[in-house]
């Protein structure tokens, strides 16, 4: 097999229609270079606390990466056999070469996916590679890659200088002491690596590990958590510690939208009921709502802005979970209804200029008629970017079409890249830009906004907005 | 700030496509100056009654156009600052030239939006402005505008005429006695401007004034309207009356598209229960649906084309509506359902040629899923246009791209305006035939239709279509 | 009336950014002579069977097209006058020359729909006409395609080999004895036309036939199918027979998709209840739930593939399934649930690499949201193509865009005519494959997906994956 050439052409998602790539290029000419403004995602905080080299390719860019196993896993390829851990914490004793081997040999299935892109991304512009990845190319990726690993220039600090990242937030549980962001601080180091308050292991009683989460959150808080009012304030106490360790944003991963606004009396006997582990799913779902109500009275009082990730049915292969556990590529999105389900919050809160609720969806239907309805009339709220399964230049393309003519262009919070991947983060800002920069090339070449305006939004939406949402 | 100049594109919305481009310039010069067509709106008869001056260009542009203050309000601008009325009647005590100021503050969230679309549209076309507007040129716009409003060439009858208005329909309650309408019939001025009878104060039960419509609605036609069979004769009569003032159709604005058939007693009975005050949200529900048969039956008898809104959830702002009341921007979008809701009507209806239900929705997921296969089945069945959160360009794109295969072009009834936003009429027509050109320009463009068969179609849209559907 | 002149360009379907259509020319050229392989569709073995002319235009290109004269019946054209049968078996006097002119004189009601696409391709590419089907040339498409038919050339084998179709699934009832399958086998014909197991009729206990089904399904097998094992046994038989006729697949058109993994006991005591007709809608809704995964255990054991086709509300128009049965193009979709629906199936069976499920829908909101997901996950689930109402170029386009970026391509299927309309085969497969060169031709030119990707693509799509997935 003959290696095929691989490169990164400076006009990629860019439309071919000359008068829309010209006006696309030089959009992106005065966004490329800002820096990165990460607020939300899942990198590892213990990677810049410890600045340790990553051990191999397969450790870097596959084992983490529940975007691409999911997809070598659709088409046959064995967990194991890419060195993908246990539930138990065990692993198949596979050698990360032959691991990579495997995904190189499976390439192909990722045509025309963002992961390709993402990927291509990082083998040319962090390693400079510039071949294609098949099963002939394998091995000197594989070399390339580990052997680059090894060098100061790609420890973790340093890549976060490279790729130009402003601020990055990591996510954590209350039940998270926060050492390594403590580690950060007192490092010295001057990168901006930040938490962000996740409570759902303490919030969702149908979790398997609820009852030691909320005895955990008693122990760390000194409150009483089995009764609501003490609860309550636990929360308060580790949101004012997360926001002293510089968090800015809370976020909720809930299986709907759901937010309830219970009188006291019934909130603290439904709290009762869950902590006694007498509920019903009905009952689970109220609670979480009511939680969702409750967070959303704090962040009116410390500022933290408010995010929820709603409808993922999680862990949806009952075989693999038994066997691999969490996160493992088997979440799948729900039908996921907003305009009644946040209405209770929206009640108490949704006039509230000092609130700020940012919204996500899997459920794309609902852009056009639940969201941007919702965000184009609220002051309160405002829509998170194109998430997981969707953002893909083609997921980018649909949210900016369908959420548009009611909420705008400023109702909306410039891009998340939501992502473990920490290599992929560059390549993810710059679909996001490139994207946002076509959406724009093309209102442009149809006269619909003048070019210095565009230029204006795209910064905006590149570097201003999300600043200004997340409060960075 | 330097002013920008604001000029209208001609091929603004076409494609860049230098193909389709030309494709659609010649299918819209065949267009672009046909009478309009209006069949389905909500300016204010009064105004062709009376004929007097508009106030000022806040008054004109701002204070009416829901779709404008609720992108403001939505980015922390007060309601009380833009001088738009409250629930009490009372309004803030705001000069309008500082309202306007706010407006031109803040003109840059509609960027993208068909609102800056329509207002540019109208800025240029009827007052000559050629610069942006924005916060340095806020002040020359309101004195342009409002001196303007002064000079006959301004006031409503002279801008009908302008706008070569073919037929412009509003739309008034059963209870309204249309006396501006029997005032311009009596004026011997020739402009056609009919009403439509849209009965929902006397048919949603959960209506906060439902009791005293009633009442009214007795007193009007001299039926006893808390018997089953007096309600409807009542509705008969009001019909016939609407009919008598010009009116060729119904309109239904319902929660949902649900429709009932009971058998007279239940109906009766269920009747009885609504009036006594004695209902629950399922028996309100019931109710509507029954009424919506009841109408298409009547449809059959008098010839009045029936159309159906539905799937809105009125005033979701709680505090808002409070302070402010109906029709402030806070109605959002529902998820529909149309093949299991309209099945009891068209059980009875669905057949008969001379009867015609005109569907529109909020919800743009059942275009492709319902609505168009629906409508290229039913004899009965025409579908309206993208409506309100979708008329936009992305909108009508998505509405032609997804019910074009079911349901082709000739089950759809051409463009509604809806709007109350008198000014912006010419340019809501002009988007819409420039973007049925550009769909067409890609038909062509792509070899499925000959270019003179697009011709045809894109004035049948444009022109031939509402008149026929509407019976105009 | 002149005659328009009516030619098939080479380019059609291709973008027309000179760019874009370059590629897709090239790509096309890769893909447009190979073999048409058409795993699932609605044939009539009969005709290959018995190898008979066709009788005329109309019986051939307009009675049996449920697309073409729902489409004529939207517009208030009587089925009678096309000469559809009703459901007594009788049919209204009319001469088939004047059901011809009616359909010719409503032709423009197909602009732009994919019905005018497929049919222009039939007259151009199989009959040589070469003006525009209207009232004007009404009576020489009659003639021309009347006299044709006449000849050899016309008959369905030789129209089989000119179509170059490399085999062909037809779809029968488990009661059908297969007898034209046999007489093709025996007949010594080449053509390979082989059968796919449909269910349906002895699945669905609210099929009007069903007890009769039930009782000719245990004459056919021997089996006492009014107990539970029996039944399960009859499938298992039937099966085999239909495999040994060729059959590599299995068909089920259900309401929902709603699977069920009931105990046997409980399984036992529901057929039971089927069996004496003593069941309510959601007892039918779980029997039909607990057949399916039935289905796939018999799949996993006789490798017959499993294909899914939810979400048909049939037989909506009351007043016509009275007068002309089934099938008259009154089946409207609906909103359709995958990911709760099929779990119970999914755990039994989702992680076997031997079983293979095909899932389809009429609900496009599913494609990114549930299907695109559960695809790109389980290695048991392939996506068939845009289906049914949303096989139009558009349609096609939405699939791809909405199943890319989670399912990639690996995990579809290539493409499906699904027709009974012989002579439209390949017109559709040529839409088939132009949309998905289209589709790679923007993704090549904007830098995507190199074009030698591009063009391995293009043949796995045509050629190569439906041949794998349907292990033909």
Known sequence: ????????DENRLFPSDPVQRGIARRLYAQVARLPIVSPHGHTDPAWFAEDAPFADATELLLVPDHYVFRMLYSQGV????????????????????????????????????PSSMWLNHVFVDVFGL?????????????????????????????LFERFNIEVIATTESPLDELRHHAAIRDSGWKGRVITAYRPDPVVDPEHERFPDALRRFGELTGEDVHDWD????AHRQRRAFFASMGAT????????????????AQARALFAKIVRGDFDAAEAELFRAQVLTEMAAMSLDDGLVMQIHPGCFRNHNRGLFARYGRDKGADIPLRTEYVQA???LLDRFGNEPAFKL????????????????????????????????????????????QTLSSAGFYNTVGFNDDTRAFLSIPARHDVARRIDCAVLA?????????????AEVAVDLAYRLPKRAYRL
Chains 1, 2, 3 share one sequence.
């Open 442 to 454: 093309k209102l442009v070449a149809e006269h619909r906004l003048d070019e210095d305006e565009a």
């Open 358 to 401: 940012i919204l996500f969806t899997l459920d794309e239907s609902t852009y056009s008629r639940e969201l941007a309805p919702l965000a184009g009339h609220y002051p309160s709220l405002l829509l998170g970017p194109a998430w997981w399964f969707h953002d893909a230049p083609e997921g980018m393309w649909r949210f900016r079409e």
């Open 342 to 344: 946040l209405k209770p």
């Open 230 to 233: 003490g609860y309550l304030r």
């Open 78 to 113: 064995d967990l194991d056999a890419l060195g993908i851990p246990r539930a138990d914490g065990s692993r198949a004793a596979v050698d990360p070469r032959a691991a990579w081997r495997a995904f190189a040999e499976h390439y192909h299935l990722f045509r025309g996916t």
């Open 130 to 158: 510039d071949v294609r990845l098949d099963a002939g190319s394998a091995d000197r990726y594989y070399d390339t890659i580990t052997a680059a690993l090894q060098t100061p220039a790609f420890r973790p600090r340093a």
């Open 1 to 8: 097999m003959n290696a095929k050439p691989l490169h990164l």
């Open 249 to 264: 944003s809370t976020d909720h991963g809930h299986p709907s939208c759901a937010t309830a606004d219970l009188p006291p």
